[in-house]
């Protein structure tokens, strides 16, 4: 294996990115693990220390009510309820109950290659839902929501934020983002009840687990070894000329670089029309922003007038204004599609070294992140560099809001923006999950390419991004076929 960083784990590593808490080590980029089978961790061999946040969800306000909620489901209900109304807690419970379900039906095609998504409704997917299970995939995240009547705006808009907006180039009535909210509530870790878990050591722990197990196996990794591009000879992929000038010659080649990196590699015009098209198809920028923070101290948020009721340890969602929130959703959307930067985007908040506290220095740092849905790849009329220590500002200015004084805990940081995002780790565009999760199942990339002998299994194949695995899995078993080695158990 060839990677071209001086680290493995592509966007899934731990690192110590803070000048002046140059011991803190933080999740610089993925910071959950919440989608890969819990079948592959026991295929592999593998086994990942989870440690489950509850509560998992913290809804603040700046009027004094909040939702902090996890496994106690009572506390739950009288929350939702006193929070927003009966109406909106028998809806939830519907959404909740009916994505159950489908995620029971779906999970079992993660690991194989994929049908359409009609042709796995009919094969997977109960009677009764396969087509909601369709509509899902194919229409805006807002459609579905909207079928359950929820009465607040707020709550619609929390979980859409969440599952359908994250890491995707779209909005709530655009086609596709239902696709990736399925993908987002495909959790089934052991004791996770469908949260997404902290990984002890942060997310370079995975990708440590899983080189262990591959060097067990034989595999060799070889960091600092770029690939310059794919040989190709006769139409047959026949290795990998690195950027030193060594040439490794190879039966097989799988590629994990995004599909447009490895055009890149292969030479466009090595590749037919009709699979060139296919990933010009896939085009998105990169949309999110992710502000790595050290901080001295923990926030006080003035809805629980600065008590610890375990609030740092979930998802804190900074949300505008429940009078303001679905205007407020599209306006930010738009000024992105402007290149423009909102003022008040969507935001969730971590606080990791609260509930792994081995991520933290010895002067007690703990590490934090802001990350932001939606920024523009590019900023019209300015520019990043311009404008990222201002933004960052501006988006602490908007924690402030809800704890004061969260400014001027931060120490330091370490932001990525689109731009960055593909610098610090490589990824066309700055797009987190390769290509968009609008596209689902058969719609993503194939993992046999045009080139004989070349597979892709990246993010940008099936099931999707998020540090998930299956692709990696699913390309390997088509590879082991294709040479006629039976699958190992």
């Not at 201002?390 to 990525?416: H, M, N, W």
């Amino acid at each position: 294996m060839l990677e071209d960083k001086p680290v493995i784990g592509g966007a899934c590593r731990t690192e110590r990115p803070f000048k002046k808490a140059p011991e803190l080590s933080t999740s610089t980029g993925a910071y959950l693990l919440g989608l890969m089978p819990p079948e592959l961790m026991h295929k592999m061999g593998v086994d990942i220390p989870l440690r489950r946040r509850d509560p998992h969800y913290f809804l603040p306000t700046t009027d004094g009510r909040y939702l902090l909620f996890g496994s106690d489901h009572e506390s739950m209900k009288s929350q939702f309820i006193s929070f927003f109304s009966e109406r909106d807690w028998r809806a939830n419970v519907a959404m909740q109950a009916e994505i159950a379900l489908l995620r029971e039906d779906v999970a079992p095609t993660w690991l194989h290659e994929p049908l359409s998504i009609e042709a796995t409704a009919e094969k997977y997917v109960r009677a009764p839902l396969r087509q909601i299970f369709i509509d899902l995939c194919r229409k805006p995240v807002g459609d579905y929501i909207s079928r359950f009547d929820f009465q607040s705006d707020l709550v619609k808009a929390m979980y859409a934020v969440t599952d359908g907006f994250s890491g995707l180039y779209g909005t709530w009535d655009t086609p596709g983002t239902g696709m990736n909210f399925l993908i987002h509530n495909m959790c089934r870790l052991p004791a996770s009840d469908g949260t997404w878990m902290v990984v002890e050591g942060g997310m370079g722990t995975v990708t440590g687990r899983i080189a262990e197990a591959a060097r067990k196996a034989g595999a060799k990794i070889e960091t600092g070894r770029g690939v310059e591009r794919i040989v190709i000879e006769n139409g047959v992929a026949r290795g990998v000329q690195c950027k030193d000038g060594t040439e490794l010659r190879a039966r097989v080649v799988v590629c994990n670089a995004d599909p447009f990196r490895m055009r890149e590699l292969i030479g466009a015009e090595k590749l037919p029309k009709e699979y060139n098209q296919r990933l010009d198809g896939y085009k998105r920028d990169g949309s999110t922003f992710k502000v790595n923070l050290a901080l001295k101290g923990l926030p006080k948020f003035t809805c629980l007038k600065g008590e610890d009721r375990g609030q740092f340890g979930p998802t804190i969602h900074l949300l505008p204004d429940e009078k303001d929130v679905m205007r407020a959703m599209k306006d930010s959307f738009r000024m992105v599609q402007e290149g423009k930067l909102d003022p008040f985007p969507t935001i969730e908040w971590y606080i990791h070294t609260t509930i792994d506290p081995s991520l933290r220095d010895a002067a007690g740092h703990h590490n934090s992140a802001l990350f932001v849905q939606w920024v523009p790849y590019a900023i019209k009329g300015s520019s990043w560099e311009v404008e990222e220590a201002k933004y960052v500002q501006q988006l602490l200015s908007i924690c402030d809001r809800f704890a004061p004084g969260t400014s001027e805990l931060v120490v330091d940081t370490f932001p990525l923006h689109p731009q960055k995002v593909e610098q610090h780790f490589g990824i066309t565009r700055g797009h987190i999950h390769h290509v968009d999760n609008a596209f689902g199942f058969a719609d993503r990339l194939p993992y046999v390419t045009p080139v004989a002998g070349l597979y892709s299994c990246s993010a940008g194949c099936h099931p999707g991004g998020s540090v998930i695995g299956a692709s990696g899995h699913n390309a390997a078993m088509r590879v082991l076929a294709d040479l006629g080695k039976a699958e190992r158990a």
